[in-house]
């Protein structure tokens, strides 16, 4: 990257920082000045505290995707940018799990790793910090999450092994500096899961699903005005993540047909409709089993009320939000959500979450 | 439109139909340059009988929102662009009707009117030949489908008197040349219309749902090289139209909740997905009701293979195949179709149906 970009997305970023956090024009210009100084001399800045905050809320706030939004100002950003060694990150990761857990009553984290520039590196290979194991079986079957296939055979690689059940806790896979990858063993006695049980059908035990608490995408980094942190983050989950798509699509647990077995249904033909009964079954059971474990959770429809609620509190502040229709319909019955009927412009707005590709420095 | 402009799209056309259909390059060629010297001394040309039908077939193989495109070699088509008079407009359109319900075994089915270069014309002002009124009634409720409440007042200013029901099916209206509207009475003997009632929950008819059979879309433009006609085109159903739109989007019959009340669920909170549950169930009962009735239809699951399946023979022609996801994924479970999970580029292939806004001539 060369510096005047650098320079000019540093610049729009302190602009509206300082103008959302209220401070004066004198204020914004001379930090301004202060940082084209800095990335002349040393071809990159460093965000203050108040900044680096400020700056996760607002991409959360960007993330196109995301339908949960409307607490974008309610976010724990924890500082990692100083870590020194391996297992000073090692200990951000399990601080972050504990955070953020918090026996179930979820907060909204963020930690926050060394921009890429910076002379000490985190690269988070792992998908999320808490993530099943996904073995190839011989009968080409697959045991448990079929999407860390690979995760899983660097982890054994690296010495990890899994006891051979469909929920095995995979560690945190990351790679300090150029060094090849080490990992972190995440303990279960550090990871809520809940059991899925049915509050009608009491049987669903024989199913054996549960689910961890907390989703913790760890891939992605977090840009703001031209650097780009790894930093790990976590919302609560909606319901349908787990019970339309980690248990359902056919590349991952794919347990459809075995919960319309469970409940009795008939599926001798699609048109009983038994894949919908299912689905919604299998909405309610995972909804119903957070709840009564005391694990925070949202349902679809409203998630949905509230996006309707965050898109109107934008615009009074005369801002336009950005989506991704195709992401943020839910996946259950979504034209009974107001998403569905609405027109939204997909447009990425900086700070944000991008894609981990190490841009050119 | 320039004469040019026309020239190449009549051109591009004709290359098509000609190589799709075996033509020799001779004949194409010879083709070409007569409707090339038809253009260049009228302005305009006129489609063989041939030329209309496989335009047609084109124009609903290349629509990017249809998801029932497996059978775009099966659609009956009807040359009516030598009307002379409103009388044989009428003719035409109650022919579609009959030919296209068939007693329930429905026909794809289209009619093709002249192109609007012509100089008689048929201006279709119906969103569908079979409609139902929606009346705004005092209290400031509506009174049938809230769709066609300006459909209905301009019935209502040529003369037309509904009875007040929530399904008075409407005249079709249409312009003939520049005249003022006019109007066809749509009776109710000539239209097939499905009571809904549930296999299982007998009470059903007290909610008095009921719909037609036949969809005949007739707002829109067939486009053929270069040449617009008015050309009401149906297909059948697919069972989430009617049950998870038509009965209940907010904007439409809006009947959810009394689905719900009818099944006696708990709609006390969002979160006993009594919502879902009430869709399903009316996905079920509508689907039922038309098999039960004689009357073709498909269940979303069922279209969405289809649908893979054309994509399938179209590759094999080695024709990528359009769309626009946002409408091709169903609205009731769509991540348990592969289209939800796969990539479709939206592009407007001609021939096709259009917007009916008079192209500049
Ligand atoms: C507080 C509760 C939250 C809820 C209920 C929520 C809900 C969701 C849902 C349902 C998705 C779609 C996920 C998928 O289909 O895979 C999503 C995506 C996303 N959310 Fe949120 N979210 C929450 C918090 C957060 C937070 C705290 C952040 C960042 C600070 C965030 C940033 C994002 C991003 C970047 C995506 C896109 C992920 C991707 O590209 O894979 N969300 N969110
Ligand atoms: C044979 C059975 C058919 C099925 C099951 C089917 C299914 C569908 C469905 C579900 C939609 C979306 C409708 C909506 O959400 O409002 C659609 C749209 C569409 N279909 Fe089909 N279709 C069929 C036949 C046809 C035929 C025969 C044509 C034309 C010759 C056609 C052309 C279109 C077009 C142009 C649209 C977009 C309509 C719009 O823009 O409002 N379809 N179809």
Redesign the pocket.
Known sequence: MNNSLLQDQAHAFLSQYGKESGLSEETIHERQCFIKDEIESMGTYTHTLEEITYG??L??RN???????L??ET?DVFDARDVKSKEEVARHIHHHIQHATNDGK?R???TVFPAISSPQTVQLWSHQLIRYAGYQEQSSEILGDPACLELTIVAQSLGWQGEGTPYDILPVIFQWNEEPPSMVAIEKAEVLEVQIDHPINLDWKSLNLKWYAV?I?SD?Y?EIGGLYYPAP??????E??IAA?NFVDAYRYNRLRDVANQLKLDTSSTTTFWRDRALVELQYAVYTSFKQAGVQ??D?YT?AQ?FQTFREKEEKQHREVKGDWT??I??VSPSLTPIFHQGIVNEELSP??V?QKRPKL
Chains 1, 2 share one sequence.
């Open positions: 996760a809320k991409a959360w993330s196109a995707k995301c339908i949960g939004r607490f974008w976010l979820i909204s984290t963020i989703p995408i992605r977090l983050f976590n919302g609560w989950y909606m349908t993540e798509r959770m949202v679809h998630a509230q992401w943020l839910p996946p944000n979450f894609k």
